[in-house]
């Protein structure tokens, strides 16, 4: 039943590891995004994949690697972790760029670094 | 640029009192999309509304409603008679008409917390 899923809930790891969080979506949407949310609840735009294809990068340092391998599924890979990722992911979808349809979020991926 | 401004961090109610959210956009767009997106104490981001820029009308939903003014730039939400599941951090957001690199730009948040 649930629209945009994104596993795991929580994750707690040491720096200098890498991770991914999954992203999937049953809505038939053809975009797809992360947000991170910050410990000041600012939500701020990370990615975004339209088709599989990355359409918007922002200044994210490149240890973070979104990967679509189909338009219903959206991963975040981080390489090297270090404190200040900690922070809630957020996957989102919507049709096109979110003009047709406001963005569907996924419940988040709290990440821990120590 | 685009901006969204919140500029209640928190507010505190005692239940059925009536709220409201205050929201100011900036853009230089003259098509854009003001949405609206509560999240919970359990973390959820849930969609509340979307209104265009060439849709002025006040929309009611419930114990729900927004004001849009573009004359003053701002989009404000209240809630009527305000219940203790209304407690969420709420978000204002702006999304502009430009293509497809379009991005949802989120205000800061306001905390709302309704006391029994």
């Known amino acids: 039943d649930t629209a945009v899923s994104q596993t795991p809930k929580y994750l707690v790891t040491q720096m200098g590891n890498d991770k991914s969080i999954k992203c999937e979506q049953n809505?038939?949407?053809?975009?797809m995004y992360w947000y991170k949310q910050d410990s000041k609840k600012f939500l701020k735009i990370m990615f975004s994949?339209?088709?599989?294809?990355?359409?918007i990068n922002e200044t994210v340092p490149n240890r973070f690697s979104p990967k679509s391998p189909d338009k219903a599924h959206l991963n975040l890979h981080i390489n090297s972790l270090e404190l200040g990722d900690s922070a809630v992911y957020f996957c989102?979808?919507?049709?096109?760029?979110?003009?047709?349809?406001?963005?569907?979020f996924g419940n988040g991926t709290r990440l821990t670094v120590t | 640029a685009q901006k969204v401004t919140q500029a209640q961090t928190e507010i505190s109610v005692v239940e059925k009192e009536d709220v409201t959210l205050d929201c100011v956009y900036e853009?230089?767009?003259?098509?854009?999309?003001l949405f609206w997106y509560k999240q919970p104490p359990s973390g959820e981001l849930v969609f509340l509304i979307r209104?265009?820029?060439?849709?002025?009308q006040n929309e009611i939903s419930g114990r729900y409603s927004w004001n849009f003014q573009k004359s003053t730039s701002s989009f404000n939400f209240t809630i009527t008679a305000s219940q203790v599941v209304d407690s969420a951090v709420y978000f204002c957001?702006?999304?502009?008409?430009?293509?497809?690199?379009?991005?949802?730009?989120f205000g800061t948040g306001t905390l709302l917390a309704v006391q029994p």
């Open positions: 989102a979808s919507s049709h096109g760029t979110g003009r047709d349809s406001p963005l569907h």
């Open positions: 809505l038939g949407h053809d975009t």
């Open positions: 994949y339209n088709n599989k294809e990355l359409i």
């Open positions: 853009t230089r767009d003259t098509t854009y999309y």
């Open positions: 209104r265009n820029s060439f849709d002025e």
């Open positions: 957001a702006l999304l502009n008409y430009g293509g497809a690199t379009n991005k949802l730009i």
